[in-house]
């Protein structure tokens, strides 16, 4: 019998990382209605459809994390319409569901962001394990410039919490604290805050009871804000891995970074150097990475079928860069 273990492990190992496709209902509209393509339930499907369906997908990404929408839906397999999360599976990609129901402002936080969707999420989580969901994922916002102690333990707590309803529903988490990169802040700004937020996480996930073997943590490369001077690779992987020294348990089977708002160019050179200084680690260094994977395909796409093959190259393009940097090979030019 398959063991969250052994999921987890899935997830993160064989040189793959794991597609996000979990954009909410109204933001991938926005990003569809940017490409001059209607905003349609269908559309919406259709351009799901053409990212996981890629030829060779499987060979790149592990997973894909989809939103309730899509999950619920239909995709086309050769002559055969399918349930999404059986045609995933039969691509050879798990699925995955978004389950937080995004941000609102914290009480007394002092402009800071929590994480809303804890409520009736044990019978979400129960209902979407049964359409064939194998994963979650569970995004907390941090601003650098609202990283209160009582902003991250507030996140960490819903995190921990959601982990640990996963976890019983036979749902592998994946956690998500993102310290943003907007912002001017400097390399050692990003640090410090990701420090403070990874030491909240893991604390509470010890408070639930989370197994640790069982949930993979995704969460951001410590870089400067995208408005300050960039760093180079090799002092973002330093800094990047002095701090998951510090914090991360070695019982965590992976760590599966998110882009960030970097291109994919400057994702895979972030995620190669850190690869390339890993050593023999305990945990897997992998990608979970959304825009930098799929924005040029949605852009040749263009709500075209004549344009789906361009599409789906372009997408395996970017996906074999993000795998050729988990072997820590940086790719040659920005």
């Known amino acids: 019998m398959r063991t969250l273990a052994d999921t987890a492990l899935s997830l993160v190992s064989s040189g793959r990382g794991i597609l996000a496709a979990d954009e909410s209902v109204r933001t991938m509209s926005q990003r569809l209605e940017a490409e001059g393509v209607p905003a349609t339930e269908e559309n919406r499907r259709a351009y799901r459809e053409l990212l996981v369906s890629a030829p060779g997908l499987r060979d790149r990404v592990s997973g894909v994390i989809l939103c309730d929408e899509t999950l619920r839906q239909h995709a086309s397999f050769g002559d055969v319409d399918l349930a999404f999360p059986e045609a995933c599976h039969r691509w050879g990609v798990l699925p995955g569901i978004k389950v937080d129901t995004g941000t609102t402002p914290l009480a007394f936080g002092e402009g800071a962001l929590v994480t809303e969707g804890l409520d009736g999420l044990r019978d979400r989580l129960k ?27 507030a996140n960490a707590h819903a995190l921990a919490r959601y982990a640990a309803l996963c976890q ?88 599966a970074f998110l882009s960030g708002g970097h291109d994919n160019v400057t994702a895979c050179r972030y995620l190669a150097a850190v690869n390339a200084a890993a050593g023999e680690r305990s945990w897997r260094l992998t990608f979970s990475f959304g825009r930098a994977l799929v924005s040029d395909a949605l852009r040749r796409w263009g709500g075209e079928e004549a344009h789906r093959d361009e599409a789906q190259a372009v997408l395996l393009a970017n996906c074999a860069r993000a795998a050729d940097a988990i072997a820590g090979r940086a790719p040659a030019a920005a």
């Open 127 to 153: 209902e979407y394990a049964g359409l064939g969901a194998a994963f979650a994922k569970w995004r907390a916002v941090i601003d650098v410039a609202s990283a209160s102690d009582h902003a991250l333990k």
């Open 168 to 255: 019983e529903q036979g749902l592998v988490p994946i956690v998500e604290p993102e310290v943003l990169c907007t912002g001017d802040h400097d390399l050692d700004r990003c640090a410090e805050v990701t420090d403070r937020a990874l030491a909240a996480v893991f604390e509470q996930l010890e408070a639930q009871h989370v197994d640790l073997a069982g949930m993979v943590l995704k969460p951001n490369l410590v870089t400067p804000g995208l408005g300050a001077v960039p760093a180079p690779a090799d002092q973002v992987a330093a800094a990047t891995l002095k701090v998951l020294d510090r914090r991360v348990p070695p019982a965590l089977p992976g760590i």
